[in-house]
Structures are given as structure tokens and as C-alpha cells.
């Protein structure tokens, strides 16, 4: 089966930075869209960053210039490149995938979800 596990996530200090990864495993044909979703305490659900298999990408207005979303298609792993972090930015963090597996199947996929906090 398919799994995506996520890594990086941890306590910042306001202006720090993190890198969070989040490599897929299993028995994988494609990998499409591969996106990072975040949820604070008490606030909705919120796609933060997306990119395509050719690598194009879109972020949420919070996040422009700050946040970097890339992609490496061989190791089959996102990742999030956080900049100058702030505390509105403290939320758990999920990556998410469309993948068609050997078997055929095509659904999306989510990672465990990793903590970032960022305070003083």
C-alpha cells in the first residue's frame, strides 16, 4: 500500500526557518498534484502550497515569498521550505498526493501530519 510520511516539523523561533519533507512509499505507477495542507487550533483546514508533476506551483497569499514548495520525482518526495516563520504559522502540517498505484487505483494520500511551532 501506498504511504506518505512526513519529516521536518519541529519548535522554531519567529523569523527561523524549517524544511519539511514528505517522501512516498509503496507500490506507486504515478505521483500528480502533491500539495501541503495545515490546520491550526479552532481554524479550518487550509491548503498552503500545491505543485504540479512539472513543477508548478501556487501558494496561499499568507505564505508568498516566504514558503517554497518543491518536488523530487525520482525519490518521490515534497517538500516545504519555510522562511522567515512566524506564529500564525504554527499548525500541524500535511502533505497530500493524487497517486495512481500499480494496482490502478488513483486517490489522493495523506501523510501523519508534523507539528511546527514557531515561538519565542
Known amino acids: 500500500q501506498v504511504q506518505l510520511v512526513e519529516s521536518g516539523g519541529g519548535l522554531v523561533q519567529p523569523g527561523g526557518s524549517l524544511r519539511l519533507s514528505c517522501a512516498a512509499s509503496?507500490?506507486?505507477?504515478?505521483?500528480?498534484?502533491m500539495n501541503w495542507y495545515r490546520q491550526a487550533p479552532g481554524k479550518q483546514h487550509e491548503l498552503v502550497a500545491s505543485?504540479?508533476?512539472?513543477?508548478?506551483?501556487n501558494y496561499v497569499d499568507s505564505v508568498k515569498g516566504r514558503f517554497t514548495i518543491s518536488r523530487d520525482n525520482a525519490k518521490n518526495t515534497v517538500y516545504l521550505q519555510m522562511n522567515t516563520l512566524k506564529p500564525e504559522d504554527t499548525a500541524v502540517y500535511y502533505c497530500?498526493?493524487?497517486?495512481?498505484?500499480?494496482?490502478?487505483?488513483?486517490?489522493?494520500?495523506w501523510g501523519q501530519g508534523t507539528q511546527v511551532t514557531v515561538s519565542s
Open positions: 505543485i504540479t508533476r512539472g513543477g508548478s506551483t
Open positions: 497530500n498526493a493524487t497517486i495512481l498505484s500499480q494496482l490502478g487505483h488513483m486517490r489522493p494520500y
Open positions: 509503496g507500490r506507486i505507477r504515478i505521483i500528480g498534484d
